[in-house]
């Protein structure tokens, strides 16, 4: 199985609940100023049709954030940390709602 996601740099995956997927990433889908914004999906795998279904982006940084590592800090949250602005350590906490999920 592949899936495509054009402009994508850098890309973190973890493990949500079955074959759900939430996933942090670098890319240069728009041309910030460093071309590095920081964006999160959450993917879904149909192992039956070997298909991946991606939830709509969520921007989390808007002009630079490299090398995006998630962690889950409980069932529903995961803690985003990356290199942002002044290449300072940042960190946001992202929400996966399961009742919208396939």
């Not at 759900?20 to 149909?46: C, E």
Request: net charge neutral.
């Amino acid at each position: 199985m592949e899936y495509r996601l054009d402009g994508i740099i850098q890309v973190q995956v973890k493990k949500v609940a079955g074959t759900t997927f939430a996933s942090a990433l670098r890319s240069i889908l728009r041309q910030a100023p460093r071309g590095s914004d920081g964006w999160a999906t959450v993917l879904t795998v149909n192992l039956g049709s070997r298909q991946i279904s991606k939830q709509s982006l969520f921007e989390f940084d808007g002009s630079y954030a490299y090398t995006p590592e998630l962690i889950q800090a409980d069932q529903n949250h995961y803690l985003c940390a990356y290199t942002g602005p002044g290449n300072n350590g940042w960190a946001v906490v992202l929400g996966v709602d399961m009742r919208i999920l396939p």
